[in-house]
């Protein structure tokens, strides 16, 4: 089992910056992380994931804005999130690999519904224009 974390949520205006943290309890298989978000009404998005060896990928919406990374000890994830837009506005979640199929899914697929690995509680994120 692992513990995710998050913190650094908060409301912000429009073209302003924030930056998300996770902390995990262990490091995940592969160290595959990610963070997804969601918004009311929506379905949830891949938002950017990390893991050992691998490019980091991003979700087209968040591209060249948003940088993911990890500490050296890797069990803590990070989300430097720049040039916000009001759409940015979501709940952000925190989502760790348990095994080779969310290693999959979560960081090579960036594809997540709440049912395969581990998730934290999730960040609010808040962008007015």
């Known amino acids: 089992q692992v513990q995710l974390v998050e913190s650094g949520g908060g409301s912000v205006q429009a073209g302003g910056s924030l930056r998300l943290s996770c902390t995990a309890s262990r490091n995940a298989y592969g160290n595959c992380m990610a963070w997804f978000r969601q918004a009311p009404g929506k379905e949830r998005e891949g938002v950017a994931s990390?893991?050992?060896?691998?490019?980091?990928r991003y979700g087209d919406s968040v591209k060249g804005r948003f940088t993911i990374s990890q500490d050296d000890a890797r069990n803590t994830l990070y989300l430097q999130m720049d040039s916000l837009k009001p759409e940015d506005t979501a709940m952000y979640y925190c989502?760790?690999?348990?095994?080779?199929?969310?290693?999959?899914?979560?960081?090579?697929?960036?594809?997540?519904?709440?049912?395969?690995?581990?998730w934290g509680q999730g960040t609010q994120v808040t962008v007015s224009s």
């Open positions: 989502a760790a690999a348990a095994n080779l199929g969310d290693y999959t899914t979560l960081c090579l697929h960036l594809s997540g519904n709440g049912r395969r690995g581990y």
């Open positions: 990390i893991t050992s060896g691998v490019t980091p």
